[in-house]
């Protein structure tokens, strides 16, 4: 499970006169973890109302893509025998159909049928191991690997395979878009949306001043911002592998798995945050390039004009490198 830090900078107006904006603020929890919602108060929309509307939205979302529900709609298509065709959501096949598309152009690396491999090394609903999975074991999650088993059809989807598909890797994401779309809905057009660390901003939250919110350093150790990101109108997701680990012999293993190898990733890439105008694309591309290791991320971004900002671990510490592409958004 990906919970990231994210400070929120409470920025304040410099302008004609010295009235602050009232900023509504509601926060709840959803997905096994919190979340936060800020927007221009409105004399349209009712804190109370529009708390009770957005964890409605939430609840949805979960009980269509959650793995820790036993009835939800993927629960239920990852429990039934191949071969089966089950109708779904339009929220469950639009993030679907999002998902199949970033394992094409990731050439594999956002895999969202790794879910055996996740729950055998202890970060899916089952518990956490008390010894290493065997080689053996290893072979056999791999072996229960990959989405050419998969089809959509016309608001359905097919296995004939048994496959259990994860969508944990994007699907706060998309609930973060679709609590975004609540608010535009509702006439909001200044606001801020987080789940779990994934964020969607719009507009400025005063006058002359965006939403400033920070990455957190990527130390197991203390809780302290890396880089403070002014965030206008856009999506902000960030995938660590500093957070959600164990340790056994000695060894630190992450939560962040390669499909190719069946096991925690190993490499110097600590932390990949990704700029993008939804959040559920946002979230799946740190995922992925936070799979891919360095070299390979930064030359995947180059290629697909991504905004990326990489932290690295080092023998001197950390070091950073921002993509052109986030260098350009930045400058705008």
């Known amino acids: 499970m990906k919970l990231l830090f994210v400070l929120i900078l409470i920025s304040q107006l410099i302008a004609c006169s010295d009235q602050a904006p009232v900023i509504d603020k509601i926060h709840g929890y959803t997905m096994g973890t919190s979340y936060t919602v800020q927007w221009l108060a409105s004399s349209s929309v009712d804190p109370d109302e529009a708390q009770s509307d957005i964890d409605d939205v939430l609840l949805m979302i979960n009980q269509q893509m959650s793995t820790y529900q036993s009835d939800s709609e993927l629960s239920v298509f990852n429990q039934a025998l191949p071969p089966v065709t089950q109708k779904v959501s339009p929220e469950l096949w639009e993030v679907l159909q999002l998902s199949l598309s970033l394992h094409d152009l990731t050439s594999g690396y956002f895999d969202i049928s790794v879910g055996p491999v996740v729950n055998l090394w202890g970060f899916g609903p089952d518990k956490m191991p008390t010894q290493l ?19 959509l059809n016309d608001f359905q989807i097919s296995k004939t395979q048994q ?102 990733v190993k490499h110097t890439l600590a932390s ?33 004009d991504i905004k990326a900002y990489l932290i690295e671990r080092g023998p001197q510490g950390f070091s950073e490198y921002s993509t052109p592409a986030f260098i350009s958004w930045q400058t705008k």
Request: glycine share 8%.
């Open 133 to 151: 999975p065997t080689q053996k074991q290893t072979d056999q999650a791999k072996a229960a690997i990959g989405l050419d088993v998969i089809q």
């Open 272 to 304: 990949v945050t990704i700029i993008d105008d939804k959040c559920a694309r946002a979230d799946a591309l740190a995922t992925a390039m936070l799979v891919m290791g360095a070299e390979k991320a930064k030359a995947f971004a180059a290629e697909h």
């Open 163 to 264: 496959r259990y598909l994860d969508l944990s890797a994007i699907a706060k994401g998309y609930a973060v878009d679709k609590v975004a779309e609540y608010l535009e809905g509702r006439g909001i057009n200044v606001y801020l949306v987080e789940v779990g660390g994934e964020m969607r901003t719009k507009g400025r939250k005063t006058a002359d001043k965006p939403w400033r919110v920070a990455v957190e350093k990527p130390d197991e150790n203390q809780r302290t911002a890396q880089k403070i990101i002014a965030m206008q109108d856009g999506a902000m997701a960030t995938s660590g592998d500093y957070r959600n680990y164990f340790e056994m012999d000695g060894q630190q293993y992450s939560h962040t798995i390669d499909p190719f190898t069946a096991k925690p």
